[in-house]
């Protein structure tokens, strides 16, 4: 969390370790945040009550995709994007309910993509478009997989 003290000064409060002020470094060393990152304002930066709402709306997309309820986590995570477009969160949730749904619909039931029937390959190709371009945005904002 980042908050502004009375002098103006903006500190980081880490929750998870009894709310102690924490550097920016720290942060950046410990969760490999890129130069990118910051820039594009995806980590480290203040936000606004509006971002910081549809921040915490995130474990509903999480829940959502847990059950199983894809379309719906799409639906959500699509809403948080509309309110807060850098919420990284948002858009790897999004793509994980998109592959989610490729895995539902396709993989399990067709051993290769050829064996998807044609009526059908619409929708697979979309969802496929639709996962890539999730993370390749996530990306673009400078967020990169876990080492």
Same mark, same amino acid.
């Given at each position: 969390?980042?908050?502004?003290?009375?002098?103006?000064?903006?500190?980081? +409060? *880490?929750?998870?370790?009894?709310?102690?002020?924490?550097?920016?470094?720290? #942060?950046?060393?410990?969760?490999?945040?890129?130069?990118?990152? +910051?820039?594009?304002?995806? #980590?480290?930066?203040?936000?606004?009550?509006?971002?910081?709402?549809?921040?915490?709306?995130? +474990?509903? +997309?999480?829940?959502?995709?847990?059950?199983?309820? #894809? *379309?719906?986590?799409?639906?959500?995570?699509?809403?948080?994007?509309?309110?807060?477009?850098?919420?990284?969160?948002?858009?790897?949730?999004?793509?994980?309910? #998109?592959?989610?749904?490729?895995?539902?619909?396709?993989?399990?039931?067709?051993?290769?993509?050829?064996?998807?029937?044609?009526?059908?390959?619409?929708?697979?190709?979309?969802?496929?478009?639709?996962?890539?371009?999730?993370?390749?945005?996530?990306?673009?904002?400078?967020?990169?997989?876990?080492?």
């Amino acid at each position: 969390m980042k908050i502004t003290d009375p002098s103006g000064r903006e500190w980081n +409060v *880490e929750t998870t370790d009894g709310a102690n002020a924490m550097r920016t470094d720290w #942060y950046r060393q410990k969760f490999v945040i890129s130069d990118r990152a +910051v820039e594009s304002g995806i #980590y480290l930066r203040k936000l606004s009550p509006q971002e910081t709402a549809a921040l915490l709306a995130n +474990v509903v +997309v999480e829940k959502l995709v847990a059950d199983g309820r #894809y *379309e719906e986590a799409v639906d959500a995570a699509r809403e948080i994007l509309a309110a807060s477009p850098r919420d990284v969160h948002a858009l790897l949730q999004l793509g994980n309910a #998109y592959g989610r749904m490729v895995e539902s619909e396709f993989t399990s039931r067709y051993p290769t993509p050829a064996a998807i029937p044609p009526a059908l390959k619409p929708r697979w190709q979309m969802l496929i478009e639709a996962n890539r371009k999730a993370f390749a945005d996530a990306e673009a904002l400078g967020w990169t997989p876990a080492p």
